[in-house]
């Protein structure tokens, strides 16, 4: 059997007005959006630090600074196909992911399916195994306040 090695992504971003959300490619409709430097999809940033935490290849700010203007408004689904990229050149296949979404508003069932097909086409990791779930804080903390979203993830990567 081939070695699989895991990884573990965590990404937040500020909810405030004037931004469009972003989550997982996805334009969600909502009166507000994740700010940040790039598109500040928290979904692609958690997978992608996952996958990278897979492989013990960094995180997405090494790969990716917020300081380099070359990344300001970045796509983030782009990020998360060259962070694939990399580990592919490093000899890992992504077989599975499994996404957390922890927010209080908007609800995210009917973005999952169109979610994980972006996921699925900017990894190789087919739709069938990628995990997509949404749950709420219980009004608890900067996410029960609805000041912003935060995402966990977990990615499975097999080794060439
Ligand atoms: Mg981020």
Excluded at 85 to 107: A, M, N
Aim: proline letters at 5%; glycine letters at 12%.
């Amino acid at each position: 059997m081939p070695a699989s090695r895991t990884g573990i992504g965590y990404d937040s971003h500020r909810l405030v007005e004037g931004r469009p959300l972003i989550l997982g490619g996805q334009r969600i409709p909502f009166e507000k959006g994740l700010l940040g430097h790039s598109d500040a999809d928290a979904v692609a940033h958690a997978l992608t630090d996952a996958i990278l935490g897979a492989a013990a290849a960094g995180d997405i700010g090494k790969l990716f600074p917020d300081t380099d203007p070359q990344w300001k408004g970045a796509d983030s689904i782009k990020l998360l196909f060259e962070a694939c990229q990399l580990v592919r050149y490093r000899g890992f296949t992504p077989r599975q992911c499994d996404i957390t979404v922890i927010l209080e508003r908007p609800k995210l069932g009917s973005h999952f399916t169109a979610m994980a097909e972006t996921l699925s086409e900017a990894t190789g990791i087919p739709v069938s195994a990628i995990g997509l779930k949404a749950k709420t804080n219980e009004g608890m903390g900067f996410v029960g306040r609805g000041e912003g979203i935060a995402v966990i993830a977990v990615a499975t990567l097999e080794e060439a």
